[in-house]
Each structure stands twice: as C-alpha cells, then as structure tokens.
C-alpha cells in the first residue's frame, strides 16, 4: 500500500507570496491532518480535515487554511507569506474516526526568503 | 489546553544501554498516547500506541512504553539500545471525542546512540 504522499517536497518563496501544499492520503483513509514542525516551535497541529468537513483548527492565523476534496486528497494554504512560515509542513492521514493512528508523509519544507 | 511534556532535550548513550524517556501530559480526562520516531532524513514513525487495556505496550523494535494514569505519565523504554535508535522520539496525546485526530506533540528527544 502506498504511503502518504506530499507535493511538492521544497518550495522556496518570498515574503507576501501565497503558496499551496498538496497531500495525497493513502487509500481509504478519510481523515487527514496538517502539521507545522519548526525547531523553535516544533510540531503544532495545524487542522483537520474529515470528509471534506474542516473537523479541528489550531491557533494560527486566518493566512492558513486547507480543504479536502471527495477523493480525500487535501490542499492547504498560506497566503501573505512571512519569514515566521518557514517550516516543514506534515500531512498525517487516518482511516477514519477519533484518536486513530495516524500516518505521515514526507513533508513539504517550506522557505520564504 | 493540553500540553505534552518531554523532560530530556537530548540523550547521549553507548550501544547496549538501557533507554528511557519521560512524558508528561496535562489532560485530566481519557486519552490516547502515542510515541513516534523521526530518523535523520526520514518521516515520522509511530513505535507504539495505547489507547486502553494493559498499560505497558509493546512497540517495534523492541521499544515498550508504560502508562500511569495517575502521573499522567507514559514512558518510553528499550532496555539496550543499537547505533540505528539513533533519532529524534516524540511523545504524542489525542483526547479523543470532539478532538477529533488532534495530536498535541512533545517537544521531542533527541537520542544519540554512540557506536
């Protein structure tokens, strides 16, 4: 069975550019999660997404949204690009429910310059 | 909000020492803990999860993990460690119900495992 899969793996942006991360979850999975990991901060949950119905939100800002569509695969954005932003965003997906394991792809390693 | 706690930074061991690292989470009510593992250039792993039964569980690689409900604790352990434990390991909480999937992370372990 395939893994999560995350494109693309690096993106390199400026600042007051937007940007959007793709994540494709592995088949059968319904739930997926985002995640910002940083060295100061490291892994905050960002949201999740559970049959294309935002289900959790982290606290960051409204410049960070996501969306999922029938097929389970899951996009977020980030608009109005700050240095703060760079970070490696994970996607996490879960077969379905509450408190499931959860399984991460590779990451997106996000820098804005 | 809850808050999940991993007292040591860093570890530094020879092979074949005994492993153990320390979580602490806030929440008072039933969770669900999970310790996950990032090997250098690699993707988050999970080594082992509780969710209810028997608090110690056994994970891969001969890891295990205890949970104390009332230390609101859930250890991790590997009585003699290998060159390849060599990773970064990080606790994780979920309370389940309206919480959805939500992982609340510890800030992480670094383990250097010394030849």
């Known amino acids: 069975k395939a893994g999560v899969t995350q494109t693309p793996r690096y993106l390199i942006k400026t600042r007051g550019q937007q940007v959007t991360l793709s994540c494709s979850p592995i088949s059968g999975h319904r739930s997926v999660s985002w995640y910002q990991q940083t060295p100061g901060q490291g892994l905050q949950f960002l949201f999740e997404y559970f049959s294309e119905t935002q289900r959790n939100k982290g606290n960051f800002p409204g410049r960070f949204s996501g969306r999922q569509f029938s097929n389970s695969r899951s996009e977020m954005n980030v608009s109005t690009l700050e240095l703060g932003d760079s970070a490696l965003y994970l996607c996490?997906?879960?077969?379905?429910?509450?408190?499931?394991?959860?399984?991460f792809g590779p990451g997106t390693r996000l820098t804005v310059l | 909000a809850q808050s999940v706690s991993q007292h040591n930074h860093h570890v530094i061991l020879s092979e074949a020492a005994s492993l153990e690292l320390g979580c602490n989470y806030s929440?008072?009510?039933?969770?669900?803990l999970f310790w996950y593992v990032q090997y250098p250039g690699q993707h988050l792993q999970l080594l082992l999860k509780?969710?209810?039964?028997?608090?110690l569980v056994k994970g891969i690689k001969g890891f295990e993990a205890e949970f104390i409900k009332s230390k609101f604790s859930f250890n991790l352990r590997k009585p003699s460690v290998q060159w390849s434990d060599t990773a970064e390991y990080f606790c994780?909480?979920?309370?389940?119900?309206?919480?959805?999937?939500?992982?609340?992370f510890g800030g992480g372990t670094r383990v250097l495992v010394k030849p």
């Open positions: 929440y008072g009510g039933t969770v669900n």
């Open positions: 994780a909480v979920n309370e389940g119900g309206a919480a959805g999937n939500k992982l609340t």
């Open positions: 509780y969710f209810s039964g028997d608090p």
């Open positions: 996490a997906s879960s077969l379905v429910g509450s408190g499931d394991e959860q399984f």
